[in-house]
């Protein structure tokens, strides 16, 4: 099976930085992804990593280290419209994604 | 504009009766896949579509199933709906399974059943 973690909530003030980890241990893995999902819309697009590393795209970044199964989100600058829960997705050997329960982040003023 | 549907946005259902949630894309991707979400268990993948003509089980199967008659539509339908199955449903697309496919989703449909 499929074991993905992640906080379940983070708070932070606006303008810092805010890390997300995730864990995982799966079958296989061909692939980490990162969605955001505002309350009551559909997860978007944010990151992906496949190899070792920092993959850095403006204000937010994503890192993974396959030995560890372990990947951050950062999310430099907080804006109040970062508000909203972060889901970690890890693409196994079938090729299927298996998303955590997310983390959700609440920028405060 | 490109993207992907979903039909209804919300609807309320009697236990039993039978129903079919749409999801039409138009940026002719190849995979197709239907998730639900629920409160602390993240998305859960109920069934997914390769390609047309093809079909396959997710982790939550039981009680959904769907067809590919073609690469725009996946519908899913519940053919005896059960109080469990109250949830967010996604329908997702991507174009390939492999490296930088992400998939993109659709806005959602909130079940309720009662």
């Known amino acids: 099976g499929q074991n993905i973690d992640q906080p379940t909530e983070m708070t932070a003030t606006e303008g810092a930085i805010v890390q997300i980890n995730c864990t995982y241990q799966?079958?296989?893995?061909?692939?980490l992804f990162w969605y955001q999902q505002h309350a009551g819309e559909a997860p978007t697009f944010l990151s992906y990593?496949?190899?070792?590393g920092l993959e850095e795209k403006g204000r937010f970044s994503s890192f993974l280290s396959r030995s560890k199964g372990y990947s951050y989100l950062l999310l430099k600058e907080l804006q109040m419209k970062d508000s909203a829960s972060y889901l970690c997705a890890v693409r196994g050997d079938d090729y299927k994604l298996s998303f955590g329960a997310g983390t959700t982040v609440t920028v405060r003023a | 504009i490109a993207g992907i549907t979903q039909a209804p946005t919300s609807q309320i259902l009697a236990a039993g009766r039978r129903m079919t949630l749409r999801c039409t894309q138009d940026?002719?991707?190849?995979?197709m896949y239907w998730y639900r979400q629920d409160l602390g268990l993240g998305l859960r993948l109920i069934h997914y579509s390769n390609t047309a003509g093809t079909t396959g089980k997710g982790e939550v199967p039981d009680g959904y199933s769907v067809s590919r008659a073609n690469t725009d539509d996946f519908p899913l339908t519940l053919a005896s709906a059960v109080p469990s199955q109250t949830s967010v449903y996604f329908c997702?697309?991507?174009?390939?399974?492999?490296?930088?496919?992400?998939?993109?989703f659709g806005p959602g449909t909130r079940l309720t059943v009662l």
């Open positions: 990593n496949v190899l070792d």
């Open positions: 799966t079958s296989g893995f061909n692939g």
């Open positions: 940026m002719r991707h190849n995979a």
């Open positions: 997702a697309s991507s174009d390939g399974l492999a490296g930088y496919n992400e998939q993109f």
